[in-house]
């Protein structure tokens, strides 16, 4: 069984300062990690993905997460905000046959 | 646009008729997911398939939901006498083992979804 929480449902940042929004996960196996973004009426896109090869991924928009075994958690941050990043984001666990398991999802507003 | 694409966009309908929604996914990958996504909620698994083979169904998978792959391309998800609690948006999802051009191995691609509403 898996499963995620993001701890956070809301987040707000002023712009420029920085992101961080928060994940802990439970796998009974070495899981596959990802954060996806979704923006309003639009498709959810892929942030990063964690599959062991690096404990700190890198992923598109200056977003980068760090996976951390002895605290089951994959938080997401960004050093500084910037206004489009105001959206709703998900912290998702995948087990081996890819069956994905999300976070009820963050959203993050970005203040001027 | 990720590559993977739904039909319609957009669903309303009447309590009690049947509707069918269509995933194309990326035509390389052999893996497609089906998930269902309620307001203020994460998406939740469905369905998967490889190829044409539907490994797995999540419980929240009534009777009343029919998922099919015929050719291992297309896939087709079909709600019979819907209620308004189907209200949702239903995505579709694929995934390759190999990764190939910007598509990453073992990673999900997402379409933009099926909003459905049941009045």
């Known amino acids: 069984a898996q499963s995620v929480t993001q701890l956070d449902s809301h987040v707000s940042v002023s712009e420029g300062t920085p992101v961080l929004l928060r994940c802990n996960y439970s796998s009974s196996y070495s899981p596959s990690l990802f954060w996806y973004v979704q923006h309003p009426n639009k498709g959810l896109q892929l942030l990063l993905k964690?599959?062991?090869?690096?404990?700190l991924v890198k992923g598109i928009n200056g977003f980068e997460a760090e996976f951390k075994k002895s605290e089951t958690s994959f938080h997401l941050t960004k050093p500084s905000a910037h206004m489009s990043d105001a959206a709703e984001y998900f912290c998702v666990v995948s087990d081996n046959a890819g069956k994905s398991t999300f976070g009820d999802g963050t959203t993050l507003t970005v203040k001027p | 646009d990720t590559g993977v694409s739904q039909d319609p966009r957009h669903k309303i309908t009447k309590r009690g008729q049947n509707v069918t929604f269509r995933c194309d996914p990326i035509?390389?990958?052999?893996?497609l997911y089906w998930y269902r996504q309620t307001l203020g909620q994460g998406p939740e698994f469905l369905t998967y398939f490889q190829n044409e083979a539907q490994l797995e169904k999540s419980r929240l998978l009534s009777d009343r939901f029919s998922a099919e792959r015929p050719k291992g391309s297309f896939s087709t998800l079909e709600i019979q006498r819907t209620e308004q609690g189907d209200s949702a948006m239903y995505l579709c999802a694929s995934s390759g083992l190999g990764g190939r051009g910007r598509y990453r191995a073992e990673t999900q691609y997402f379409g933009p979804g099926t909003r459905l509403l049941v009045l």
């Open positions: 964690y599959t062991s090869a690096a404990t």
């Open positions: 035509s390389e990958h052999n893996r």
